[in-house]
């Protein structure tokens, strides 16, 4: 079964940096691209960042091209981390952070809040 957790969230100035962790077992992680997720309260939860599973090949959505970053370590089957470098933030960043495969399993981990605020 897929096994998400994310954490490295946190509130900070915008202009500021933050990256993200996530430790996502299960059997199917180390073939499948791997992305991150956000989501706010007024918003579905969208993919913005991907990442595929040799880790050579990512895609960003507009707004965060050019900040953000996604990398990834497979360490064996059943264990794999997904990382997101966050630049320069903005307000519109502010968001419960996801990682999960792409496309998004069932299931889903706790998430990790960002809070981008002066």
Not at 19 to 37: D, E, I, P
Request: proline share 3%.
């Amino acid at each position: 079964q897929v096994q998400l957790v994310e954490s490295g969230g946190g509130a900070v100035q915008p202009g500021g940096s933050l990256r993200l962790s996530c430790v996502a077992s299960g059997v199917t992680h180390k073939y499948m691209s791997m992305g991150w997720y956000r989501q706010t309260p007024s918003k579905q939860r969208v993919l913005i960042a991907s990442i595929n599973f040799a880790g050579d090949d990512a895609d960003y959505v507009d707004a965060v091209k050019g900040r953000f970053t996604i990398s990834r370590v497979n360490a064996n089957d059943m264990l794999n981390m997904v990382y997101l470098q966050m630049d320069r933030l903005k307000s519109d960043d502010t968001a419960v952070y996801y990682c999960n495969t792409d496309p998004a399993d069932s299931n889903w981990g706790q998430g990790t809040q960002v809070t981008v605020s002066s």
